[in-house]
């Protein structure tokens, strides 16, 4: 090996290992945690009636451009798990008594950061009210799937929620 190489390869492994220290400092700061896993957080916190906690932690969130960058970094969530989302859209396709309140939490958690992020582009009928206004019926959408008593209720509650998607996606998705 030649003095050059070794120098030459000596920088390409300081290189690596600065980069590996880069992205572990990054999931620090982000608590180490993917917003899949922070979707879920939020969930959870909602589920136990910690309501602050759920606020702080969404807040944080939506702030946090590394988690969030555009609207559709958070959208993504609704996408399968194998695809890096929650499978939030399919599982609301086949709702049931038995799933129907951790999914209500996933899109009550959705909407809540959704609110947080906000519409930045207001444009014609793409207010940011507007965008308030569907998240927040979309939440009380949400409210009713985490009431069903029974399968048809939950499949009948998670149609609404769709219904909600669906006409947001009518107003601000291209
Ligand atoms: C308040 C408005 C709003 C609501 C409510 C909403 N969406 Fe969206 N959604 C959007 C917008 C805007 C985009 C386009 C984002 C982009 O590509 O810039 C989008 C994109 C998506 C995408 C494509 C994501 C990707 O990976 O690019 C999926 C899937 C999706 N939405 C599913 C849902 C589902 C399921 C619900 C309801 C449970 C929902 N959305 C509720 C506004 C909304």
């Known amino acids: 090996m030649t003095t050059k190489t070794r120098i030459w390869l000596a920088g390409i492994t ?40 759920a606020k702080k932690l ?25 695809k890096g989302g929650l499978g939030i859209e399919s599982s609301l396709k086949k709702a049931t008594a038995k799933n129907a309140e951790d999914l209500a939490n996933l899109v009550r958690a959705m909407a809540d950061l959704s609110i947080a992020k906000g ?11 507007a965008w308030n206004d569907l998240n927040d019926e979309m939440r009380t959408a949400a409210d009713g799937l985490a009431k069903a008593k029974n399968d ?23």
Request: include cysteine.
């Open 14 to 53: 300081l290189t690596a290992i600065f980069a590996l220290l880069q992205a572990s400092a990054d999931s620090y700061a982000q608590g180490g945690d993917e917003l899949p896993a922070v979707v879920k957080k939020i969930a959870a916190a909602l589920k136990k009636g910690d309501a602050d906690a």
């Open 58 to 82: 969404t807040t944080a969130t939506a702030k946090n451009v590394k988690l969030i960058d555009e609207i559709s970094d958070l959208m993504h969530m609704y996408r399968p798990v194998d």
């Open 119 to 129: 519409w930045a582009d207001p444009k014609g009928k793409r207010t940011k009210k």
């Open 152 to 174: 048809k209720a939950a499949a009948a509650a998670a149609a609404k929620v769709t219904n909600t998607c669906n006409r947001c996606h009518t107003l601000f998705k291209d």
